[in-house]
């Protein structure tokens, strides 16, 4: 909640919110903004966004991996053969395969995003990190998987420790 309540500060101020608000009054600023949410809600949006908030993770060859395009074992292994064959560990593997760029990688087609500080940023990849962390827990339970925020980077990363 931490994170929604950031981003709508943020967005509060904005001009195009401003504008919408003047032409739709409402009870407190927190109500207007929600019903602004709502008339500008998009299914694309929704759809980019559960993989980013609920992503799938598959186990192959001893890596946990964030799987966005559902490959199959033999893709996995045709896909990891160019890590392998310059010897990276697989804790090298899961950290490039498992990262994200919050801001970098997810939201350049925003063109506030630039204008967004960390003051939004950070709240929302602790958000993330929080969800990465009870998804992999539901789906590999018993496995120690590590995931942390990056905040200079700001960058989610999620690693196994230890193995199985």
């Given at each position: 909640?931490?994170?929604?309540?950031?981003?709508?500060?943020?967005?509060?101020?904005?001009?195009?919110?401003?504008?919408?608000?003047?032409?739709?009054?409402?009870?407190?600023?927190?109500?207007?903004?929600?019903?602004?949410?709502?008339?500008?809600?998009?299914?694309?949006?929704?759809?980019?966004?559960?993989?980013?908030?609920?992503?799938?993770?598959?186990?192959?060859?001893?890596?946990?991996?964030?799987?966005?395009?559902?490959?199959?074992?033999?893709?996995?292994?045709?896909?990891?053969?160019?890590?392998?064959?310059?010897?990276?560990?697989?804790?090298?593997?899961?950290?490039?395969?498992?990262?994200?760029?919050l801001s970098?990688?997810?939201?350049?087609?925003?063109?506030?995003?630039?204008?967004?500080?960390?003051?939004?940023?950070?709240?929302?990849?602790?958000?993330?990190?929080?969800?990465?962390?009870?998804?992999?827990?539901?789906?590999?339970?018993?496995?120690?998987?590590?995931?942390?925020?990056?905040?200079?980077?700001l960058t989610?990363?999620?690693?196994?420790?230890?193995?199985?």
């Open positions: 909640m931490e994170a929604r309540k950031a981003f709508a500060h943020f967005f509060m101020q904005q001009p195009e919110f401003q504008t919408w608000k003047a032409a739709n009054p409402h009870q407190g600023d927190w109500g207007v903004y929600e019903a602004y949410e709502h008339i500008n809600a998009r299914m694309s949006t929704m759809m980019y966004a559960l993989d980013l908030l609920w992503p799938n993770f598959v186990e192959h060859d001893d890596l946990l991996l964030r799987d966005t395009s559902s490959r199959s074992p033999e893709e996995w292994n045709t896909f990891l053969q160019q890590f392998r064959a310059l010897n990276w560990t697989n804790a090298q593997i899961e950290y490039v395969i498992n990262h994200v760029h970098q990688d997810t939201f350049t087609a925003d063109p506030d995003w630039t204008k967004i500080d960390n003051a939004v940023w950070l709240p929302l990849a602790h958000t993330i990190a929080d969800i990465w962390r009870c998804r992999l827990k539901e789906l590999f339970l018993g496995r120690h998987v590590v995931v942390r925020v990056d905040e200079e980077e989610i990363y999620a690693q196994t420790v230890g193995g199985k």
